[in-house]
């Protein structure tokens, strides 16, 4: 943000959620990224990593305490419940605006002023590859086919006027996150992501999207499964047939 103030005044303190499960190699590149951004304070939200996550994650922490911190999840593992859970942690600092997105650098931290700059006008702002001047960058043709199927399918049943309702790279205004039912959401992988913005909408958020390149993984695994996907076609026939968006 130029000057961190949002037109009229009132100060910006933005604060990255990063979720992570088994990110060893890509954790520092992306917390060591952010951290050349000012005042971004980042959260990781790691779930007992077998690879050792967790305790890279610490040691970042430990050579940047008043901005790097870490929440050990225990319990069943999500990416979904480990979201709620930053964003929960998140609410409870004193954080204006709350972003999350990838450690797999798929996201690039460059972009978050963009995005956090965004929530001067929206409640949530969501970094999207579907919009003039968004890109996908080396993705395997199944994967590509995948994603926009997906969003077709979200937008024709849901008909949510959002071209990317599956990024994972937001930024929310504190106060937008605030009004948002949290203990109702149920998703787990992308899923989460078009659910949220069912429930932004009904929260009457003012949602934007700015274009971002999304960049495909160069290390580590993908978490993606036949139970995420499974999960991302039947949310939207719940949410439309189960809950009315006010
Ligand atoms: N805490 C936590 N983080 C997770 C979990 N599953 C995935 N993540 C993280 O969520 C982010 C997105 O997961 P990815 O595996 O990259 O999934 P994706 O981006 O949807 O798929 P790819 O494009 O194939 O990488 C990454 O930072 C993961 O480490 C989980 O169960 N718990
Ligand atoms: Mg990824």
Redesign the pocket.
């Known amino acids: 943000m130029p000057d961190n103030r949002w037109p009229g005044g009132a100060e910006v303190r933005p604060l990255v959620i990063?979720?992570?499960?088994?990110?060893r190699d890509n954790l520092p590149v992306v917390v060591e990224a952010l951290l050349r951004v000012p005042d971004v304070r980042i959260l990781v939200?790691?779930?007992g990593s077998p690879d050792g996550t967790g305790e890279v994650a610490d040691e970042l922490s430990s050579r940047a305490r008043a901005r790097v911190s870490v929440l050990h999840?225990r319990g069943p593992?999500?990416?979904g419940l480990?979201l709620i859970d930053g964003m929960r942690w998140a609410l409870a600092t004193d954080a204006t605006v709350i972003c999350h997105m990838?450690?797999?650098l798929?996201h690039d931290p460059t972009d978050v002023p963009r995005l956090a700059a965004g929530t001067s006008e929206a409640d949530l702002v969501i970094g999207s590859r579907y919009v003039p001047g968004g890109r996908i960058d080396n993705w395997p043709r199944r994967?590509v086919l995948l994603s926009a199927f997906a969003n077709r399918y979200v937008r024709a049943i849901l008909g949510l006027p959002v071209m990317d309702c599956t990024s994972?790279f937001r930024c929310w205004r504190r106060d937008a996150l605030e009004r948002l039912p949290l203990e109702r959401i149920r998703s787990n992988g992308?899923a989460f992501q078009v659910e949220m913005t069912w429930e932004a909408l009904a929260a009457s958020c003012r949602i934007t999207e700015v274009p971002i390149t999304f960049v495909?993984?160069q290390q580590g695994a993908?978490?993606?499964s036949s139970g995420i996907i499974v999960e991302s076609a039947i949310l939207p026939w719940r949410l439309a047939l189960g809950r009315p968006r006010r």
Request: hydrophobic content about 20%.
């Open positions: 990063i979720p992570t499960y088994n990110e939200v790691d779930d999840r593992r999500g990416f480990s990838d450690a797999d798929s994967r994972g992308y495909e993984r993908s978490k993606l």
